[in-house]
C-alpha cells in the first residue's frame, strides 16, 4: 500500500453581509461511482470529516445506472437543522486503482458530493489532514 496526497482546492466566496471576496481551501478526493455503469470521469467529492455518511447529488447516481427513487428512503439532518431528503443505496467507489463497496445517500437537493465517516473513512487505516500544507493524506 501506498500513500497518497490530495492537494486541497481553492474555493471563492463573497461574505453576504461585507460583499467582500474571501478564498476557502477544501479537501476534495476524485471519485469514480460504479452502479450498472462505471463513470468514467472521476468526480471531485469533498472530504467530510463532519459527516457521518455519504451524500451524493441524485444526478451523479442516476449517470451511474442508479434508480435513485427505489432505494432507502432517508432523511439526512445537516447544518442548522437542514433536513435532506435522500435515498440510500449500496454503490462501489474508486479512488485511484482502489475498489470498495460502501453505501451513499442521494439527493435532488444537495449539489456537492460529500464522503462521511462511516462510508468512506473506515476504508482507509489512517486519514491525515495537513492544513497548514493544505492537503489530505490516505494509504491506497
Not at 451511474?64 to 439526512?76: H, L, Q, T, Y
Request: hydrophobic share 40%.
Amino acid at each position: 500500500m501506498s500513500k497518497t496526497k490530495f492537494f486541497y482546492y481553492p474555493e471563492d466566496h463573497i461574505d453576504p453581509n461585507t460583499k467582500k471576496t474571501t478564498t476557502i481551501f477544501k479537501p476534495l478526493i476524485p471519485i469514480r461511482l460504479q452502479g450498472s455503469k462505471l463513470a468514467k470521469i472521476p468526480v471531485d467529492c469533498l472530504l467530510d470529516s463532519g459527516s457521518d455518511t455519504n451524500l451524493f447529488p441524485a444526478g451523479w447516481g442516476e449517470a451511474a445506472g442508479i434508480k435513485i427513487n427505489k432505494g432507502e428512503p432517508k432523511d439526512i439532518f445537516g447544518i442548522g437543522g437542514v433536513i435532506v431528503p435522500a435515498f440510500r443505496h449500496p454503490v462501489v467507489l474508486w479512488v485511484g486503482t482502489k475498489k470498495f463497496t460502501t453505501q451513499a445517500d442521494f439527493s435532488v437537493v444537495h449539489n456537492t458530493p460529500i464522503l462521511g465517516r462511516m462510508d468512506f473513512f473506515k476504508f482507509f487505516p489512517e486519514v491525515i489532514f495537513n492544513e497548514i500544507k493544505r492537503y489530505v493524506e490516505i494509504e491506497l
